[in-house]
Every structure is written in C-alpha cells, then in structure tokens.
C-alpha cells in the first residue's frame, strides 16, 4: 500500500495521478482536515503533525510515503526520510519547467507562505532561476475555497483574478501552481488566463517519480480509501466536489 497525504483535499490532485499511473496499487489518503490549513502554521508545528502522519501511515502498512504537499515537504521531507523506515516521496514547486516554459523570463510562483518562505524554495531559486525574474505569491484564501469545494464560485472567481490580473499585466508568461489545492482551480485559472501563461503542476512529475520508488515494494488490488482527522460529514461533501464523485472516507485520531 502506498500512503499519501496532506494538510486537507489538496493532495488528491497528487492522488490522482498516483492513481493513473499505478492503478493496481492500494492507496490510503490521509487528509489532516483538523489541522489544515498548514501554511501558516509554525514550522515545527507542521513538521510535528508530518512525521506523526508518517508513522501512522507506515503503522497502517504503507510501504512509501508520499507528502502531497508542498508545505509539508518543505517543512518535513528530511526529517520523515531520516524516521520513517519507508522510502519518502515529496515535492516542490516547477520552478524549473516554469523557466523552461516562459519566454518573457518572467515567472510567478503561487504557493503558502510556508513553502514560499522556507529553505528549500530559496534553494531552489538560487538553483534554477538563473536570469527569470521569480515573482513569489502567497494565496491562503484559495485553500480554503478548495476546501470548501467551492471551485468557480464567484468568490473564488474573484480572489482568483486579484491574484493574476497584475502578475498578467507584469509580463508574467509561466505560473507554478505550488500548493496542491491549486490544481483543482486548474480550470478557472486557464480560463483566466488563455493562451498567456502556461501553467506548471509537478502532481504528474510526483507520480513518476512513485512508480519508481514503489516498483517492487508496494503491491494490492486497486483499492482506494480516505480518512480525515476531520468531521468525516462535512469532509466528504467537499471531496465529492473536487474529486468529481464520492470516495470511501473514515475519521481517525492522529495525534503527536
Ligand atoms: N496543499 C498544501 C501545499 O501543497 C498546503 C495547503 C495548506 O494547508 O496551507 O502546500
């Protein structure tokens, strides 16, 4: 079985591709619903609520990890693969393809303040950003919306548009959708933005990147199944929305 989760429904973006390129294998999805969002919790608040989700999922039988958050990667990633006895799989923001994909060398980079003001994305600016012009943007509203499962609302809608019409107007031509709720707002960027700016998602590069790690470790039927440190009823309903149907989904207790 392989284990995934997040701070809320954000990861199922990952999930999903997990899903599609592994579809023989067992996967367990943990939403920390009780404790989402993580962005702008302390960091060791957020790596105290990973590595107690780690173990639980590795007591679950998990044979990988996958962290399908930016912001618990970035808070987390070295401390789980230094505790848990499984192989960890995180992620970060495409940067990269971004760069590769701009040509106005200008890119944004949308994302929690945790994830934009740790280590990790500094490093990985100093590595790749090279000449592009890297503009940073913290968006902890459009999580909530995501997890509302309000998707194209007028709302979100609008808190959308705030965040890209001057990004748009500064020659950004290359988003990075570096929080996993966002690719769920996949659509209603697009639609916002057309053929201006491409938009980067690394849940398939994530997915990849599973396959390899999990070949020959992990093995099951196909079975999906979620759980919610959350109030399951209310969860649900919002996991319908963006996923597009239901999903089995308990509550468990994930304590530190
Ligand atoms: N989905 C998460 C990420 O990729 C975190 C969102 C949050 O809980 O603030 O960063």
Same mark, same amino acid.
């Given at each position: 079985m392989i284990g995934v989760f997040d701070? !809320?429904?954000?990861g199922l973006s990952v999930l999903r591709s997990v899903r599609d390129m592994l579809p023989g294998q067992d996967l367990l999805y943990l939403a920390d619903s009780a404790y989402c969002?993580? !962005?702008?919790?302390?960091l060791v608040e957020v790596q105290g609520r990973a590595l107690a989700i780690g173990r639980w999922l590795v007591a679950q039988g998990a044979a990988v990890v996958v962290i399908a958050c930016n912001t618990a990667t970035s808070a987390a990633a070295d401390l789980l693969r230094a505790e848990l006895p499984v192989p960890v799989v995180g992620m970060e923001p495409g940067l990269k393809p971004a760069i590769a994909a701009s040509r106005s060398g200008r890119v944004a980079v949308l994302a929690t303040s945790g994830t934009l003001g740790g280590e990790r994305f500094a490093s990985l600016v100093d590595r790749f950003a090279g000449g592009a012009q890297v503009l940073t943007v913290a968006c902890p509203d459009l999580v909530g919306y995501v997890e509302a499962g309000d998707l194209d609302g007028p709302e979100v809608r609008a808190a959308v548009v705030g965040y890209l019409a001057p990004l748009l107007a500064e020659g950004v031509d290359s988003l990075v959708?570096?929080?996993?709720?966002?690719p769920f707002l996949r659509p209603l960027i697009a639609e916002l933005v057309g053929p201006a700016a491409a938009i980067i998602d690394t849940g398939p590069a994530v997915a990849a990147q599973v396959a390899r790690v999990a070949a020959g470790s992990a093995r099951g039927v196909g079975a999906l199944r979620c759980v919610t440190t959350g109030d399951p009823a209310e969860v649900a309903v919002s996991l319908a929305r963006v996923w597009g149907g239901p999903l089995p989904l308990s509550w468990a207790s994930v304590e530190i």
């Open positions: 701070s !809320g429904l954000g969002p993580y !962005g702008p919790r302390p959708l570096g929080c996993t709720h966002f």
